[in-house]
């Protein structure tokens, strides 16, 4: 696998609609297109794979079906054509309250239907400060504990980097991927996110630590992701 790039729409779409999902699909060649691995909202999931990008959903439920309203089951996203799946983004841990438990719950799910987790750790401001972030995400790593040789791919995302336009420098972007293949084998991919875009990603990128990107705001930029696109 080479370095991988995941496109975090969150919830917003390329001009805030959906002609600007085609208008974004435009700006890319078929090759490149190969390349990007987009995270829409879910009602786009099959909108955006069907212009021919990889497609990764933001969440999904710890449950495998039923009455579960407004949930979306790893069944329903293998159906729909999803390959990866992002778990524990910080904007869930924070925003839903999301543990242990129900992460480890969510990537069974995931494993069972072929989709692969990507899995977000990373510290907060206060305990990068304070030089806490190995022992941060020791304690969040926990949660695959019970996964060994599974594949998932780790995304290091610092939140004091997340939407704020201060990405994590290389030093300690390196030494910290380099803790978690310690942590998790050699073999384990490694994406890096947090204020990206294709000014500082050459200089990510180029860090053998690094095995790809999660890139938010800057996605949803087609001219930023081209640029991003030819350096990997
Ligand atoms: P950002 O978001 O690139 O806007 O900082 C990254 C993410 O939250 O995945």
Not at 51 to 66: C, M, P, R, Y
Not at 179 to 190: E, F, M, P, S
Request: proline content about 4%; overall charge neutral.
């Amino acid at each position: 696998m080479g370095k991988l790039i995941i496109a975090n729409w969150k919830m917003n779409l390329p001009v805030g609609s959906m002609a600007g999902i085609t208008s974004f699909a435009e700006k890319f060649s078929p090759a490149q297109k190969k390349l990007l691995v987009v995270a829409p909202p879910y009602p786009f999931l099959t909108h955006v794979r069907a212009t021919g990008f990889h497609t990764a959903a933001q969440d999904v439920s710890s449950n495998e079906k039923g009455a579960f309203t407004g949930d979306v089951s790893a069944e329903l996203l293998m159906q729909a054509g999803v390959n990866y799946c992002i778990v524990g983004h910080s904007e869930r841990r924070q925003n839903h309250n999301e543990g242990h438990e129900l992460l480890a719950q969510k990537i069974i799910q995931l494993l069972n239907h072929h989709i692969t987790p990507v899995f977000c750790v990373g510290e907060h401001a206060d305990e990068h400060a304070s030089k806490k972030t190995n022992d941060v995400l020791s304690a969040q790593l926990h949660a695959l504990d019970n996964f060994k040789d599974k594949e998932i791919i780790i995304a290091y995302e610092p939140v004091w980097a997340i939407g704020t336009g201060l990405n994590a420098g290389p030093d300690h972007i390196k030494t910290v991927h380099h803790y978690i293949k310690q942590r998790l084998g050699n073999d384990t991919h490694v994406l890096y996110g947090g204020s990206v875009n294709a000014g500082n990603a050459a200089a990510i990128l180029a860090l053998r630590e690094v095995d790809g990107l999660l890139i938010g705001g800057a996605s949803l930029k087609p001219d930023e992701m081209v640029k991003i696109l030819a350096m990997v």
